[in-house]
T-cell receptor, first 110, second 113 residues
């Protein structure tokens, strides 16, 4: 079993729809959880961090964490074509290292 | 302001040749620094991390090495490249502490031929 698993994708949604990206992790002692956006050919960019159970909202993005289920998700509301990218889920330890999933590629169709 | 620089952007090297990739951070002191590699269509694999000058931790046995000769400089090296070393190499740092996310450099796309 991989340490961090994401939807295999690719995921395609129409413009204006909600995109839902999911991630599960295996290490129960993980404390920090991140979502990165990576455009094709570019380096990843941190878009959301979440540390406690529940929802965290930032603009059109909402991260959800359920430590009991070892599950993290990212919702993108009112999806735009500019949101088309690969989204990487990462799980961090208190030592600073992060383990990444393989990513889910999202395409938002106009 | 804090910035991270990584170079070169692209590199094509023959098998058996040496490698040196450099990463520097500005606007901070004693950052945690990381080298990751991304294979095509895959996630990021941690190669090395450093919490201070001369302190290097290796995550996977491989053909690569890392050094941190100065507080804000992190170098990835190889004496002899293999075809399997091809990939997208990313330097990263944490600007707020070990529990926070990374800021990545722009990356080096290495093709070994």
């Amino acid at each position: 079993q991989k340490e961090v698993e994401q939807n295999s994708g690719p995921l395609s949604v129409p413009e204006g729809a909600i995109a839902s990206l999911n991630c599960t992790y295996s290490d129960r002692v993980s404390q920090s959880f991140f979502w990165y956006r990576q455009y094709s050919g570019k380096s990843p960019e941190l878009i959301m961090s979440i540390y406690s159970n529940g929802d965290k909202e930032d603009g059109r993005f909402t991260a959800q964490l359920n430590k009991a289920s070892q599950y993290v998700s990212l919702l993108i509301r009112d999806s735009q074509p500019s949101d088309s990218a690969t989204y990487l889920c990462a799980v961090g330890t208190n030592a600073g290292k992060s383990t990444f999933g393989d990513g889910t590629t999202l395409t938002v169709k106009p | 302001s804090q910035t991270i620089h990584q170079w070169p952007a692209t590199l094509v090297q023959p098998v058996g040749s040496p490698l040196s990739l450099e990463c520097t951070v500005e606007g901070t002191s004693n950052p945690n620094l990381y080298w990751y590699r991304q294979a095509a269509g895959r996630g990021l694999q941690l190669l090395f991390y450093s919490v201070g000058i001369g302190q290097i931790s290796s995550e996977v046995p491989q053909n690569l090495s890392a050094s941190r000769p100065q507080d804000r400089q992190f170098i990835l090296s190889s004496k002899k490249l293999l075809l399997s070393d091809s990939g997208f190499y990313l330097c990263a740092w944490q600007d707020r502490g070990p529990n926070y996310g990374y800021t990545f450099g722009s990356g080096t796309r290495l093709t070994v031929v």
